[in-house]
């Protein structure tokens, strides 16, 4: 498989659910539970300051600092991210898209990362490759909810 990764500045993908958009959007803007559908954030714990985790990529065992900014009026939340906690930047959203035709019973969930000015190509790769297995994690872990 060849994919073109490194080209891009920003990685979106997508599940549609079903689930109410509200139990997806709690879910996600728990930052207790990012840890179940994340691969960069395995085994997260609370890191001290407020509403801040740490948790460990599955690929090399580094750390990741991150917390949860939730926007209920827009539905989405933004994950800020960074190597250590005191600078983090928001890097990932979760948007939750409401289904109409349904009466409401089933939702599109979309994850979408920015590429950061110091992300070389390896590693911008590795984070597309990862949410493209996290969107599948993230869905299966909503339609539990179901």
């Avoid at 750390?63 to 933004?78: G, H, I």
């Avoid at 089933?106 to 490759?129: G, P, Q």
Wanted: negative net charge; hydrophobic residues 40%; glycine residues 8%.
């Amino acid at each position: 498989m060849t994919c073109r990764f490194a080209d891009l500045s920003n990685h979106t993908v997508s599940a549609t659910v079903p689930v109410a958009a509200e139990v997806a959007f709690s879910f996600v803007a728990d930052a207790g539970k990012v840890d179940t559908w994340t691969l960069g954030s395995m085994n997260a714990e609370p890191a001290g300051s407020e509403g801040v985790y740490k948790g460990r990529s599955i690929y090399d065992g580094g750390s990741t600092f991150f917390k949860a900014a939730p926007d209920p009026e827009r539905n989405v939340v933004d994950y800020l991210v960074g190597a250590d906690a005191a600078n983090l930047v928001k890097r990932i959203s979760v948007r939750i898209d409401r289904g109409a035709e349904d009466g409401g019973q089933r939702c599109t969930v979309t994850l979408s990362a920015d590429r950061a000015d110091d992300m070389d190509d390896a590693r911008w790769h590795r984070l597309c490759a990862f949410h493209e297995v996290e969107i599948l994690l993230l869905e299966a872990r909503l339609r539990a909810l179901a």
